[in-house]
């Protein structure tokens, strides 16, 4: 496999849930998302009405899933500034929603919590990649976890706003695997991301020498299986690369094997060893 077009970017996520309204609620009132579409069954949301980057279905007869079951670690919404964030985190403390856990990374500065149905979300921003730690080797990068200067973040924005900046993207997933090795040798070596950490029980890969655009880890999940089809999850991933030329050049690759479920000139869909369904499309 070719290295992965480097102007990828993760463009939406799909994501079921046990109750839409009350999902629906919160992404637009906490998180602060407008929505875009909206029936009995789906809402499309996003940071702005032209931008859709979170679909919402809701399921029939939900259950919980079993614990140690692959999926969903959390979706990563990267905010284009510190004071964008720091108005996410007030929105959130003024709507009472908890959260569950804040962290300087190096190469970012990162809040954590989840939704109505315990899916994990992060809200984050990035520091300039100027700044980012590398291995002696040059290869990757070097992230770490140490606490974060919550109150220098808040000094940003005296204020929360109702609606998130809408800069705001998902800048990555987090996916819980039953097995790390196979899955970065899925994401490296069939699907051309670069590896920049990986530290045993958890890899991050990426496109275009970001941090990570996919991270991975078996922390809760060695050795799981997906959960069933009415538990609430990630459903789909969208990534976006630069041109129908990337896709296509994707799409003739062999390597994609049995993974690969559908090509065709607008869209790529395959799935990973976990079973995760992720679809390419081109800008």
Not at 28 to 54: C, F, K, N, W
Not at 200 to 209: H, I, N, P, R
Request: no cysteine.
């Amino acid at each position: 496999m070719n290295q992965i077009d480097p102007s990828l970017q993760i463009g939406s996520v799909e994501l079921a849930v046990s109750d839409l309204q009350r999902s629906v609620d919160f992404y637009t009132q906490a998180m602060g998302m407008q929505t875009i579409e909206r029936d009995e069954r789906h809402a499309v949301l996003g940071p702005s009405a032209g931008r859709p980057a979170l679909t919402l279905t809701g399921i029939d007869s939900p259950t919980i899933p079993p614990q140690r079951s692959t999926g969903l670690y959390h979706v990563a919404w990267l905010h284009p500034s510190r004071a964008a964030l720091a108005q996410t985190v007030r929105r959130l403390v003024g709507a009472r929603w908890r959260i569950d856990g804040a962290s300087d990374h190096g190469v970012s500065e990162a809040l954590y919590l989840s939704d109505p149905d315990r899916l994990g979300i992060e809200i984050y921003v990035d520091r300039p990649r100027e700044q980012w730690q590398r291995p002696a080797n040059g290869s990757g990068v070097t992230m770490f976890t140490a606490p974060l200067d919550l109150d220098d973040l808040l000094s940003q924005a005296a204020d929360a706003t109702p609606e998130i900046d809408a800069g705001t993207i998902i800048g990555h997933v987090h996916l819980k695997v039953s097995d790390v090795p196979a899955a970065l040798a899925y994401y490296r070596d069939t699907l051309g991301f670069e590896e920049q950490a990986e530290l045993g029980s958890a890899a991050f890969v990426s496109a275009g020498g970001y941090h990570h655009h996919i991270g991975l880890n078996s922390w809760e999940s060695r050795g799981g299986s997906p959960a069933p089809a009415n538990a609430p999850g990630l459903r789909r991933v969208e990534l976006t690369l630069g041109s129908p030329e990337a896709l296509a050049e994707m799409a003739g690759d062999p390597l994609l094997g049995g993974s690969l479920l559908g090509a065709d000139a607008e869209r790529l869909t395959v799935r990973d060893p976990d079973g995760q369904l992720l679809q390419f499309s081109a800008r």
